[in-house]
């Protein structure tokens, strides 16, 4: 299980884009890449997923280089609504998911 | 409407008293399992089922059970309340298993248990 390391905060401006990254020299070859999203007293939410170079969905993108040892969330525009704790998952052990502790982005008006 | 929910949303019980966390999904998700989060500590997973009749442990089983006797439904039991188990409780589900590609995790709305 590849262990990750993220930023434990970030402030940003309404409206600048966010870049979250997140390290894991230990991915494995058969690892997928996942961001979650969580409020306050919410569970968290899916937000994307990959495996190697760029996906975008509606929300966000996520960019992974060649290497895969590391990968950057990418917020467009963020609104105070974006305010949350986001966490990047890589691979599973055995068919266990650990979440590490997350990135608690600030974003002010 | 495709959802996980959890019964109680909140519940205040005293050391020893049995209780049962009930949750259900309508997605006929194969994979689910149960999270505590505390303060500091992030998201810890306490058991999981990859399908009926099949359970293991996570990461923080001890003073837990759960059984998974229907596909939609996975009960976490605690035998004996402990005030150490004071937190908040998540059950999720995903149609496929975590090693799996595309595992989308489906978080209910999360249970917070209070043990005096």
């Known amino acids: 299980l590849a262990k990750t390391t993220q930023p434990i905060s970030m402030d940003s401006y309404e409206g600048q884009e966010v870049n979250i990254t997140c390290s894991h020299n230990?991915?494995?070859?058969?690892?997928?890449i996942t961001w979650y999203q969580q409020f306050p007293s919410q569970g968290p939410r899916f937000i994307i997923q990959?495996?190697?170079t760029k996906v975008t969905n509606e929300v966000a993108s996520l960019f992974i280089p060649a290497d895969r040892k590391s990968s950057t969330l990418s917020l467009p525009r963020v609104s105070l609504s974006d305010t949350a704790v986001y966490y990047c998952l890589v691979g599973a052990l055995d068919n266990k998911l650990i979440f590490g502790a997350g990135t608690r982005l600030a974003v002010h008006p | 409407e495709a959802q996980v929910t959890q019964n109680p949303r909140y519940l205040i019980t005293v050391t020893g008293k049995k209780l049962t966390v009930t949750c259900s999904q309508n997605m006929n998700h194969e994979y689910m399992s149960w999270y505590r989060q505390d303060p500091g500590l992030g998201l810890r997973q306490i058991y999981y089922s990859m399908n009926v009749e099949v359970t293991d442990k996570g990461d923080v089983p001890e003073g837990y059970k759960v059984s998974r006797k229907e596909k939609r439904n996975f009960p976490l039991i605690l035998e004996s309340p402990s005030p150490n188990q004071t937190s908040l409780y998540f059950c999720a589900s995903s149609l496929v298993l975590p090693r799996s590609s595309y595992n989308e995790q489906f978080f209910g709305p999360g249970t917070r248990l209070t043990v005096l």
């Open positions: 990959g495996y190697k």
């Open positions: 230990n991915i494995a070859t058969n690892d997928y």
